[in-house]
């Protein structure tokens, strides 16, 4: 089996050349000229209370909603960004290559330690498992809900992108004493429809992808 060495050698987070500060405009890029900004966590709490005061109980879908309509567009940005570097279509990489590129732009971004199960994706599933999610600990003492609706639906539409189809996603599991990590599972917006539609997201994430695996493809 050949490898292609290009692909192997190449690293496109290489932390001196990844970000370039322009003292004089105040503004910060990436290696593929694309703008950073950093937002506080003060700033997101303020985005969630606001919403929830102006949408009510509508307050999650529209998170879940812009959070999806963004993340297609980030995932196709960088997407782009990554084949350009690699002088290679993103469709082509390795599986190892693009996991290792996306827990790496997580990371960079300040969004989370990534990790990633693809083991029942010939079922048509993917979960995924983060610690630090970004709005994890918004509503930390809310009973009966999923907190990161933002986040979910950011990688609903980043996999959208990624996958060439659209699908959802819809968050299994919540930092806890006894878990430190958020998880998000990944599927058709008819399945994850279903899913929510039986009530009981909280009964963990097992069970969750349990119920996920037995609905229809």
């Known amino acids: 089996m050949s490898i292609d060495l290009e692909l192997v050698y190449?690293?496109?987070y290489v932390e001196e050349l990844y970000m370039t500060a322009d003292l004089e405009t105040g503004i910060l890029y990436n290696r593929s000229g694309r703008r950073m900004l950093a937002l506080t966590d003060d700033f997101l709490i303020g985005l969630h209370l606001a919403l929830e005061g102006r949408c009510g109980d509508q307050a999650g879908r529209v998170l879940h909603s812009c959070g999806k309509r963004w993340g297609r567009s980030f995932g196709e940005g960088i997407a782009s960004e990554w084949s350009g570097f690699y002088q290679?279509?993103?469709r082509a990489f390795p599986l190892a290559l693009f996991q290792s590129l996306i827990i790496q732009e997580f990371a960079h971004n300040g969004w989370g330690l990534l990790d990633l199960d693809y083991q029942h994706f010939s079922g048509g599933v993917i979960w995924l498992s983060l610690q630090g999610a970004v709005m994890a600990e918004i509503r930390p003492?809310?009973?009966g809900i999923m907190p990161d609706l933002l986040t979910a639906g950011i990688l609903a539409g980043m996999y959208s992108s990624f996958l060439?189809?659209?699908?959802d996603c819809?968050?299994?599991q919540r930092p806890a004493a006894d878990v430190a990590d958020s998880r998000f599972l990944i599927s058709s917006p008819e399945r994850i429809a279903s899913l929510r539609s039986a009530g009981d997201l909280?009964?963990?994430h097992d069970a969750l992808l349990q119920r996920l695996l037995g609905l229809k493809a």
Not at 164 to 167: A, E, I, P, Q
């Open 202 to 204: 909280m009964a963990g």
């Open 164 to 167: 060439g189809r659209d699908v």
């Open 88 to 90: 290679k279509p993103f």
């Open 170 to 172: 819809l968050q299994s």
């Open 141 to 143: 003492t809310a009973e």
């Open 10 to 12: 190449r690293d496109y």
